[in-house]
């Protein structure tokens, strides 16, 4: 009897193409194998690094007990029959730069890998995380033409989390007392709605002070800033990858829940054309509903604040694609 035989490789029946071995990439792909949800391929333009990230996590395999493959790639073809496609690909915000400083570089990265990923997956679910959100997932979308129900944008869940976290901290209660809910796009202009977040069932407004809340929005807003300063190299990617590997779970299990992902627009909100955070319920189908929430004016005035500057971003994106 051999005692040191091989534990088997069982391939789970679903695949996940991640585009970008970087941070947010290889820490996705960690959480989606050691979660044994699926298969991964990972995909980067830098020759070995998406090999040695899947070779480290295959290593590990035996240890975190879980049945999912992880191959690493610089060629697309491998990257065939995905399910869903995840794209991180693109530079990073160091000190300093807005998520709009990254447009331009971004939006040639993410309409290539969409293209490219699509021609081998036709029927995947696409998922974008790489900034400026909104307009890296419109682009996506524009460019590859398919159905706006498959693609969405990877940012509520993350901003909603965060404003969880600082909820919980305040009130020294577990996060998952806690429901948050952030709309707008994934920016300085995102939305958080504290009459729509609650504690157990109760509304924020009727247990914290005006002030208090104001001073958690704004962190949650500032959020990514402040792990940037943090960090002075990259930005976050451990909740990013978090909130992506939730948006996977769901699509994969069939289990829809309702919360934010940058969807496509037509009407809903009074918005057409665009992708924004907006409440939906994703399901195999990908965006399957978009829920409306009553808004006040003031609100209402935030979330057009925030479609403008993201359609005026699209408008800059797409001419630079044609340089
Ligand atoms: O809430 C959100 N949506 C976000 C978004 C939260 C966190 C991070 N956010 C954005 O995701 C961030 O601003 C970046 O635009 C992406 C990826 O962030 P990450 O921290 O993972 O960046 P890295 O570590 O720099 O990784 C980027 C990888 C790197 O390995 C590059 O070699 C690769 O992308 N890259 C490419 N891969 C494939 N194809 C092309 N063309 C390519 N260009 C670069």
Redesign the pocket.
Known sequence: MNFYSHTPIICKSSQVTI???????STLAQRLAEKDLTDVVL????EG?PQGIALDLMEAQGLELHNCKVKGTNDYADTVGSNIIII??????KPGMT?DD?LKT?AK?VT??AQKALEYSPNAILIV???P?DVMTYLAWKTTGIDSRRVM???GV?DSARLQTFIAMELNLPPSDIHTMVLGG?GDLMLPLPRYCTVSGMPITELMSESTIERLIERTRQG?AEIVKLLKT????FA?SS?ACLMVEMILKQQPRLLTAAAYLQGEYGLNDLFLGVPCRLGCQGVENVFEVNLTQAEKATLNASAQSVQENIKIALASLKE
């Not at 585009?19 to 990439?25: H, L, N, T, Y």
């Not at 991180?88 to 915000?93: D, E, H, K, L, S």
């Not at 990259?234 to 990617?237: D, F, H, K, N, T």
């Open positions: 585009i970008g071995a970087g941070k947010v990439g995909f980067d333009i830098v690094l991180t690909a693109g530079i990073a915000r998520r990254l971004n990265i290539h890998a995380i790489t900034n959100l944008g990877m940012a993350l994934h990514g990259g930005s976050a990617y990013p909130s």
